[in-house]
C-alpha cells in the first residue's frame, strides 16, 4: 500500500496532514499516536470510507480513489469490533461471507479453517458472551480474515483485553499473521503494544507522521523530542555542542554539571543548541566513579522496585533529576543501591541521543 500526500479537513480542521507511508506486503505496520491524532481518520480512508481530500492512496499499484469499500481488498476491523451476540461463533464468522458467491460447502470449509486457525473450533456453536474477552476477540479476527483480504486494517485491536490476555493475543495476531500472509495494519496508542507487533511503526502527533522506521530504529534512533519521549521515557537536557570530533561530539551539559560526550548527529555543529535524552536503562549506576567519559556524581533520592527491576531517581549537582533503571538480577542482593546514597552515573556516549528538533 502507498500512501502519498494523504491529507484529510473536516471543515476548517485538519485531522491527517500530508502522510506518506509505504507499507509492504505482508508486512506488520503500526499507527501509533495518542487520542485524536487522526489514525481512526487515516485508516477508514484507507478503506474507502472518507475521501482523502488531497493526496492518493494506491494498492497493488492501482490507485483507489473513487474505489468504494467493498470493492477494495481490503477489511476493517473497527475500535469497537461488534460480534452478534444473538448468533453462535461460527455463524458470526460466516457473515463475514455474506456477500461472497460461495457455495454453501465451500463457505462451511472456509469457515471451519478460519476457527481451526484462531484455536476456536471447540466454541463453535457457544454464543459470545459464553466465551472469554480474548477468545472474541480472535473471532472478530476470524471474521475479518473469512474474506481473505489482502490487507487488514485493524483499529485498536486488543483496546478492550487486560494487559495479561493483551499480551498473550498479540503473540496470537503476530502467529495468524504469520500463517495468512496477509498485510496488516495496526492502529494503537500503546507503545509497548506497536514495538511488540509491528515490523514498522509510524508515529502520529496531530495528524502528521513524525517518524516512521522499525521498532530498533524508532527507539534507538528518535528524529525529535516528541518521539524520543513518546516511546520509552527518558530523561532530557539543554545543552550546546561544544566541539565536533568526528563520530563524536562535546556538548556542555549545565543539568549535569558537565561537558559530555555524545555521539555526533548530522545537523548539530559547533555551537549548536541541543537536547540531550538519555533513557533509564542506558545510564549504569555505581558506587565508585567509573573510568572513561560521562561519569557524573549524584545522590539517590526516589527508589521505585518493580521486583525485577528498579527505577531510581537521582538527583544531580545542578538540583535537576535523573530517571535510571536497576535489573534486580540477584535475590536480595548485598551493597544495592539505597536512598539518599551518593553514587556515580555513566553512560557511553553512543547512548545520548542529541536532538536539535
Ligand atoms: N467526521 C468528523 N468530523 C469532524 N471531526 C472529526 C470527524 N472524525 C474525526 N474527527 C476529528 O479528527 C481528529 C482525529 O480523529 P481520529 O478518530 O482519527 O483520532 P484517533 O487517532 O483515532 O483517536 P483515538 O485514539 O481516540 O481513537 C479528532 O480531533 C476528531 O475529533
Ligand atoms: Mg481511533
Redesign the pocket.
Known amino acids: 500500500m502507498r500512501i502519498e500526500g494523504v491529507s484529510?479537513l473536516?471543515?476548517a480542521?485538519q485531522?491527517?496532514r500530508d502522510v506518506n507511508l509505504t507499507v509492504g506486503k505482508g508486512e506488520i505496520f503500526a499507527?501509533l499516536?495518542?487520542?485524536?491524532?487522526?489514525?481512526?481518520?487515516?485508516?477508514?480512508m484507507l478503506a474507502g470510507f472518507?475521501e482523502p481530500s488531497a493526496g492518493r492512496i494506491f494498492l497493488d499499484g492501482q490507485d483507489m480513489t473513487g474505489v468504494p469499500p467493498w470493492e477494495r481488498p481490503v477489511h476493517m476491523m473497527f475500535?469497537s469490533y461488534a460480534l452478534f451476540p444473538h448468533m453462535s461463533v461460527e455463524k458470526n464468522v460466516a457473515y463475514g461471507l455474506k456477500h461472497e458467491k460461495m457455495t454453501k460447502a465451500e463457505r462451511e470449509e472456509r469457515v471451519r479453517g478460519m476457527l481451526d486457525l484462531v484455536q476456536l473450533t471447540q466454541f463453535a456453536h457457544r454464543k459470545p458472551h459464553q466465551i472469554s474477552g480474548g477468545q472474541r476477540q480472535r473471532v472478530a479476527l476470524a471474521r475479518a480474515l473469512a474474506r481473505q483480504p489482502k490487507l487488514l486494517l485493524l483499529?485498536?485491536p486488543l483496546a478492550a483485553l487486560d494487559k495479561k490476555l493483551r499480551e498473550q493475543t498479540q503473540f496470537e495476531l503476530m502467529s495468524i499473521q504469520e500463517r495468512t500472509g496477509v498485510t496488516f495494519i495496526v492502529?494503537t496508542?500503546d507503545q509497548e503494544e506497536a514495538m511488540t507487533l509491528a515490523d514498522r511503526i509510524a508515529v502520529?502527533d496531530k495528524?502528521e507522521v513524525r517518524q516512521s522506521g522499525t521498532p530498533t530504529e524508532i527507539y534507538e534512533y528518535p528524529n525529535s523530542r516528541f518521539v524520543a519521549g513518546f516511546i520509552g521515557s527518558i530523561t532530557s537536557f539543554d545543552g550546546r555542542v561544544t566541539a565536533v570530533e568526528g563520530d563524536l561530539s562535546r556538548v556542555d551539559v549545565p543539568g549535569l554539571g558537565t561537558e559530555i560526550v555524545a555521539r555526533s548527529v548530522a545537523g548539530a555543529p559547533s555551537g549548536q543548541e541541543v537536547t540531550v535524552a538519555l533513557r533509564p536503562e542506558k545510564v549504569t549506576l555505581t558506587r565508585e566513579k567509573p573510568e572513561g567519559p560521562n561519569a557524573i556524581a549524584g545522590e539517590i533520592k526516589d527508589i521505585a522496585y518493580f521486583g525485577k527491576d528498579s527505577l531510581y531517581r537521582v538527583t544531580l549537582p545542578s538540583g535537576g533529576l535523573i530517571a535510571v533503571h536497576g535489573v534486580n538480577a540477584k535475590r536480595a542482593e548485598a551493597g544495592r543501591p539505597d536512598w539518599y546514597d551518593k553514587v556515580w552515573l555513566s553512560f557511553d556516549p553512543a547512548a545520548a541521543i542529541l536532538l536539535t528538533e
Open positions: 484529510k473536516f471543515g480542521f485531522a491527517v499507527l499516536g495518542g487520542s485524536g491524532c487522526g489514525k481512526t481518520t487515516l485508516l477508514r472518507e475500535q483499529d485498536e492502529v496508542h502520529m495528524g
